[in-house]
């Protein structure tokens, strides 16, 4: 078990790079998606069908292409997985009421329950990551996450 360090008073140039902040934030989730992608296995779900219904559950209906976006997918795969995880009957794909160019996907009842079960198995690995974390650190670590992503979110680099 590890402890949570309290920064220290003088820190040398290397632990302020901002490339030092990128790494960690990298590492974390390449660690994060591969204990993901091992836990929703046995589940025949993907980490991205996982991010896809999470997103669906939080949304009456949307449309493939705000899926895609949402789950940091091309609009291609998107459209290749919304057809997989509608064989699979996790998701239902009915044309919009205002514009007939646009489908709106929503959960089914076995994605709901799918869903479920992987959700369970995801708070289990963010319960592992944060378990030294006091409720003030969280909400300090959960702010600044926020705020980082904020900050570069119309970055054009």
């Not at 046995?42 to 991010?51: A, F, K, R």
């Not at 514009?99 to 089914?108: E, I």
């Given at each position: 078990m590890s402890t949570l360090i309290?920064?220290?008073?003088?820190?040398t140039e290397h632990e302020t790079k901002p490339v030092g902040i990128a790494y960690l934030i990298g590492r974390i989730d390449h660690v994060l998606k591969r204990l993901m992608r091992e836990q929703l296995k046995?589940?025949?779900?993907?980490?991205?069908?996982?991010?896809a219904?999470?997103?669906l559950a939080s949304h009456q209906s949307m449309s493939n292409a705000r899926l895609a976006e949402l789950a940091m997918i091309s609009p291609q795969s998107a459209h290749e997985m919304v057809l997989s995880m509608e064989l699979k009957g996790w998701i239902i794909r009915e044309p919009d009421g205002v514009?007939?160019?646009?489908?709106?996907?929503?959960?089914?009842a076995a994605g709901r329950t799918l869903l479920a079960e992987g959700d369970s198995r995801v708070r289990a690995?963010?319960?592992?990551?944060?378990?030294e974390l006091s409720e003030e650190h969280f909400g300090v670590v959960r702010q600044s996450l926020r705020l980082f992503l904020e900050n570069i979110k119309g970055s054009k680099t």
């Open positions: 309290e920064p220290a008073a003088s820190k046995d589940l025949g779900l993907t980490v991205s069908q996982y991010t219904l999470s997103f514009d007939n160019r646009v489908v709106q996907l929503a959960l089914s690995i963010e319960k592992q990551m944060l378990e």
